[in-house]
Every structure is written in C-alpha cells, then in structure tokens.
C-alpha cells in the first residue's frame, strides 16, 4: 500500500526558512522518480522540484533559486528546504512519485505539510 507522510513547515515569518519531511512507502523509493507539489488556496496542486534515482535534480520555474530537494533512500525519506520564504510560499506541500511528464504516479495522496509565512 502506497503512503507519504509529510511533516514540517509550520508558520515562518518572511526571510526565514522552511524545511519538510516526507517518509514514503508502499513501493521502491530508491528507485523512484520523486517529486514535491504544491497546492495554494483555490489552485491545483502543481509539480514543483524533482529528483530523480541518480540525484538528478530539476525544478520548476516556481521553485529556482530558493528550493532545495533532497532525498535519504535509507530512510525512504524525501525532503524540501525553502530558505528564504517568501509569503507567497504558503501552501500545502505534497510529496509523491512522479512520471516523466511530470504528473503524480499515484493517486494516494498524504495530509500534506502546511506552511504559512507571515509577519
């Protein structure tokens, strides 16, 4: 059974950081296509940064510059740091398996990790 369990972010204040958590399950995470979304109020969830089995690594123009992925397979754990935070960062962040083009492998989503950024 696939699984992911985000965790992290809470409220930051601008100019700080943020850094999430997700433990995955349920298939070969160290093979696996893995990859942060994104859902802001009112919008879809959107692909934000990849990382591949071999380290590779690619972003979405929403996430240059200020996003850092990185994954342990031994601990079958995915991560995103965000520093600085901007406002506009507040969103639910999702982790999942991705395909090459860039949608969710599955459909079985976590709880996601909130943040929110204000003063």
């Known amino acids: 059974q696939v699984q992911f369990v985000e965790s992290g972010g809470g409220a930051v204040q601008p100019g700080g950081s943020a850094r999430l958590s997700c433990i995955a399950s349920?298939?070969?995470?160290?093979?696996?296509?893995m990859a942060w979304y994104r859902q802001t109020t009112g919008n879809q969830r959107e692909l934000l940064v990849s990382i591949d089995s071999s380290g590779s690594i690619g972003y979405t123009s929403s996430a240059k510059d200020r996003f850092t992925i990185s994954r342990d397979n031994a601990k079958n754990t995915l991560y995103l740091q965000i520093n600085p935070v901007h406002v506009a960062d507040t969103a639910t962040y999702y982790c999942n398996r991705r395909t090459l083009i860039g949608t969710p492998q599955y459909d079985t989503w976590g709880r996601g990790a909130q943040v929110t950024v204000s003063f």
């Open positions: 349920g298939f070969d995470f160290d093979l696996a296509f």
